[in-house]
């Protein structure tokens, strides 16, 4: 959720070819620390070339389908300029698991080039073999990392007039591991790069707690 620069309108959210389900696939394994009720912590960058900034950010996960390559959650971001309370987003991700979905977005405006450029920013992509599908031929059931993209969909504790912008998405990588997510925000209308890096804080259920907010 960077800065506002300009105004954009809503994407189309129809899923291209590339994200037609491939039911010949597995999906990614099943990680205890991807799942409903995990909470993680960190912060993304949004320096631009004006001046170096970092928002402290906290996550959590409210829903994990693996199967249907599906997953939301909520996203608070603290000590954003000019707002006097931290600014909670709900949003969806999209599981990569050649089955639901490949590494081509489809939508968003986000090309197959801007995708590859974004995924190539994970040292932990560089050994797949991407063709021209997308990565529908791969098989990542014993892969140990899980590729997704989130989308936020809404504010949940502002207005839309916070100053802030939702156009974008972020492409993620998620540690099977250790829990560690690192991420980048795509919007052609946003700094480029903007990378988010959080590490899971309740890996025994306990330690962080979010703050109170209903969900329309």
Not at 166 to 184: L, M, T
């Amino acid at each position: 959720m960077p800065v506002r620069v300009v105004d954009t309108a809503t994407p189309s959210s129809q899923p291209s070819p590339g994200q037609e389900a491939n039911t010949g696939h597995p999906s990614p394994p099943s990680c205890s620390l991807l799942s409903a009720g995990r909470s993680f912590a960190g912060t993304q960058n949004v320096s631009s070339l004006q001046k170096d900034e970092a928002w402290k950010v906290n996550v959590r996960i409210h829903g994990c389908d693996l199967d249907q390559g599906y997953l939301c959650g909520t996203m608070e971001a603290l000590n954003v300029p000019l707002a006097d309370t931290p600014v909670v987003t709900f949003w969806e991700g999209e599981i990569v698991d050649a089955k639901n979905y490949t590494f081509f977005t489809g939508k968003w405006e986000a090309s197959p080039e801007d995708d590859i450029r974004h995924w190539s920013k994970f040292p932990s992509f560089t050994p797949l073999l991407i063709e021209t599908d997308g990565g529908k031929s791969l098989d990542f059931s014993n892969y140990p990392y899980i590729f997704m993209r989130w989308k936020e969909q809404y504010f949940v504790n502002v207005g839309v007039d916070c100053g802030l912008t939702i156009a974008g998405f972020y492409y993620v990588c998620f540690s099977c591991s250790d829990g560690s997510i690192s991420g980048f925000y795509y919007d052609p209308n946003s700094s480029p790069f903007q990378k988010l890096e959080l590490k899971c804080t309740n890996e025994k259920k306990s330690g962080f707690t979010f703050s109170s907010y209903e969900l329309q």
